[in-house]
């Protein structure tokens, strides 16, 4: 594979990722004020969600 090609994959990977954790965020928010969860457990998922961790933690490897 070619360099730009590999990039624009892990840039659709990327981008599928931050999607996907913006769902959870509003998810996570509406179940809040519906009183649906204790807010010590958003916190801390609110907190992984932003870390995002390492590539290592997301599976996603940067092209070379």
Known sequence: MN???LATEY?????SSLTSI?????ASYTDKLDG???E????R??????G???AGQTG???PR
């Not at 913006?22 to 509003?26: G, K, L």
């Not at 010590?40 to 916190?43: L, T």
């Not at 998922?45 to 932003?50: A, I, L, V």
């Open 22 to 26: 913006q769902r959870r965020m509003d």
């Open 45 to 50: 998922k609110m907190n992984e969600w932003r």
């Open 11 to 15: 840039l659709t990977r990327l981008q």
């Open 60 to 62: 996603y490897r940067r």
């Open 3 to 5: 360099s730009l090609k």
């Open 40 to 43: 010590d457990f958003r916190e």
């Open 36 to 38: 649906k969860t204790a």
């Open 52 to 54: 995002g961790g390492t």
